[in-house]
């Protein structure tokens, strides 16, 4: 009985560290999105921004 709840326990933890280190993932690839807009409205070639972002061309060029 206890292995069981120290198995719930743990796998619980692991989803959650998993959503959470996919929250952070997403939160990082959005603020590198909205930097990338500002740099193009800025005037910034494609290439400066890919470099600075770590966004791809094809991306930055959506905008």
């Known amino acids: 009985m206890f292995d069981t709840s120290l198995k719930r326990k743990w796998d ?3 989803v959650l560290d998993y959503a ?5 993932k997403e939160a990082a ?5 909205d930097i990338a807009r500002d740099l193009k409205r800025g005037g910034f ?3 400066q921004i890919a470099k600075y972002t770590k966004l791809s061309i094809k991306e930055i060029e959506k905008f």
């Open 12 to 14: 619980n933890k692991a």
């Open 29 to 33: 690839y959005n603020t590198a999105v």
């Open 45 to 47: 070639s494609v290439e």
């Open 20 to 24: 959470v280190s996919e929250a952070v």
